[in-house]
């Protein structure tokens, strides 16, 4: 049984930093294009960044582009989404998916889900 379980969230004021943590278990993530969206009540989910199986490709949204950096652990079979300069329009629930195609801005691309991180930034 396939479970990706994100950890890290929470509440944090503007200008602060997060680090989400993506374990990964019943797949080797190694063999996975791995990625993070993130989705606010009324609004479609959306892409925030993607990394390749061997961290060669690193696509990110605009909006966060600079301030937030994604890498992997292939060894420990865990993602990180490392968080700087957070703003109040970065709340959302994050959520990381695993992909056994190429990384991808489209959500579909992704067969497996975890449950998801409420990240708050307070201004």
């Known amino acids: 049984q396939v479970q990706l379980v994100e950890s890290g969230g929470g509440l944090v004021q503007a200008g602060g930093s997060l680090r989400l943590s993506c374990a990964a278990s019943?797949?080797?993530?190694?063999?996975?294009?791995m990625a993070w969206f993130r989705q606010t009540p009324g609004k479609e989910r959306e892409f925030v960044a993607a990394?390749?199986?061997?961290?060669?490709?690193?696509p990110y949204a605009d909006s966060v582009k600079g301030r937030f950096t994604i890498s992997r652990d292939n060894a420990n079979n865990t993602v990180y989404l490392q968080m700087n300069s957070l703003k109040p329009e970065d709340t959302a629930v994050y959520y990381c998916?695993?992909?056994?195609?190429?990384?991808?801005?489209?959500?579909?691309?992704?067969?497996?889900w975890g449950q998801g991180a409420q990240i708050t930034v307070s201004s």
């Open positions: 998916a695993a992909s056994s195609g190429t990384s991808s801005y489209t959500q579909t691309r992704y067969e497996y």
């Open positions: 019943g797949l080797t993530i190694s063999n996975y294009a």
């Open positions: 990394i390749s199986r061997r961290a060669g490709s690193t």
